[in-house]
């Protein structure tokens, strides 16, 4: 099911050149970042790649959307923890993602913060996005 947006609040603009070996810089140049593929796909390493690029976006995305659940639950998630594992590998003849987001929260047990994460997963723009395309595996952690 495709959702039209009700209105448009933002749009980011990035332009890449030379592909996984290349440049990328946003419309306002905020990001301006070389890219290499990584040393574990037989790349030379040294700068960021697209999945870390991704990665980054859908652990802010999802920290913002945990925040939402989280008030909407009269729960504290200021001091969360989001990291997203984003992974690449063959499907077939061509290349998908998966990814992973643990999600901690101090103070709270693991069911409450299951519970936030498979809302904040509910309301997360890379979530609705993700959502029937990739395998997405939110797992809550108890803080030590």
Known sequence: MTAELDRIAYTASATATGGRAGHVRSSDGF?????????????????????????????????GAL?????????????????CEVSIGPVGDAFGLAATL??????????????LADEAHRLCPYSNATRGNIVVTVRATVAA
């Open 31 to 63: 990001v301006d970042l070389d890219l290499r593929p990584p040393v574990e796909m037989g790349g030379p390493g040294g700068a960021t790649n697209p999945e870390q690029l991704f990665a980054a976006g859908y652990a802010a995305c999802f920290q």
């Open 102 to 115: 643990d999600v901690t929260i101090p103070g709270v047990d693991e069911a409450t913060c299951q519970q």
């Open 67 to 83: 925040g939402a659940a989280g008030r909407r639950a009269k729960v504290d998630t200021s001091a969360s923890l989001v990291t």
